[in-house]
């Protein structure tokens, strides 16, 4: 079972291309965009409630979430 203090990492799949200068309202998450020309927001989440942040916020702003991930160690980014 992991720790309580361990985050994990996840990859976002946002609709539409955002600019790199999201970034900081991701929590530092990196931003890149698929083949398709949809957003990839990529990195640490430190925990669940985290999570529910970041997926809050992009429903807020109302960009459409198309997936989330975790991203195991023999994933490649």
């Known amino acids: 079972m992991p720790s309580e203090n361990a985050s994990s990492q996840y990859q976002i799949r946002i609709k539409g291309q955002l600019s790199t200068d999201w970034s900081d309202w991701f929590d530092g998450l990196s931003i890149s965009h698929d083949e398709t020309g949809n957003t990839l927001l990529t990195g640490d989440v430190v925990d669940q409630a985290r999570l529910h942040g970041l997926l809050k916020r ?8 198309i997936s989330v991930n975790p991203i195991t160690e023999t994933d490649d980014v």
């Open 58 to 65: 992009i429903r807020d702003a109302g960009m459409e979430l």
